[in-house]
């Protein structure tokens, strides 16, 4: 990965703002050419800076109403791939974290009600082989989403 310099910093900085920035309104920001933009980002996408863009989807609007947390506790750590294979097969997960502290993992999913919760918790996620337990916790509200603040002043 090469170097990022202060020019790369303030191109993540305005695009971690807004994504759908046209090239030409960002190089107008930088003080440089639009080509000199797309030549940027395509570079900061290759060394792996830059992991992806697109649209975040509210899952309310699809009919998705609770949004949970889950920590899984395994028979054995090493174990983690072989669930996680499981695991990428629940749609309903959209996140799946390996973890230090009281859980081996921690996942994020999505249920439309309790019942579908349910169902994903009893049927889905406890009978994969290798989880022992399951703690649930429901987000009531979130209450911040943010890309990790780029400091342009480094």
Known sequence: MEKIDKLDKKILSILSQNARMPFKDVAAECGVSRAAIHQ??????E??????????VNPKSLGYSTCTYVGITLERGNMYKKVVEKVIQIPEIVECHFTTGPYTMLIKLFARDNEQLMDLLNNKLQGIPGVVSTETLISLEQSLKREIMVDVED
Do not use: C, E, N, W
Request: hydrophobic share 40%.
């Open 47 to 56: 060394d792996g800076v830059i992991t992806g863009s697109g649209f975040d």
């Open 40 to 45: 940027r980002v395509q570079r900061l996408i």
